[in-house]
């Protein structure tokens, strides 16, 4: 049974700094794109940061600059280093992983505010 467990989230100040974690679990995810995806209230899911397989990060244009996106494909885990967080940040961000199949991680809130 694929498990996809995200971590990291929490409330932060404007400027402030938050490392997601997803570590995924039942089976190899080597052949799998990774990224996050945020939801705030009352919008559309969007993407935030996506990895390749060879490790090539494509953002967001609100992403780019503030954020970096990693895998440790020994750990089958996706990060996401989000500085310079800002309030409209705030959201339930949630782990993607997508190959032949596509599985979604449960979400993990975001809160920035002073």
């Known amino acids: 049974q694929v498990q996809l467990v995200e971590s990291g989230g929490g409330l932060v100040h404007p400027g402030g700094a938050l490392r997601l974690s997803c570590a995924a679990s039942?089976?190899?995810?080597?052949?799998?794109?990774m990224g996050w995806y945020r939801q705030a209230p009352g919008k559309q899911r969007e993407l935030v940061a996506a990895i390749t397989t060879a490790g090539t990060p494509n953002y967001a244009s609100f992403a780019k600059g503030r954020f970096a996106i990693s895998r440790d494909n020994t750990k089958n885990t996706v990060y996401l280093q989000m500085n310079n967080l800002k309030p409209e940040d705030t959201a339930v961000y949630y782990c993607?992983?997508?190959?032949?199949?596509?599985?979604w991680g449960q979400g993990t809130q975001v809160t920035v505010s002073s």
């Open positions: 993607n992983v997508k190959g032949w199949l596509e599985y």
């Open positions: 039942g089976r190899s995810f080597d052949n799998y794109n």
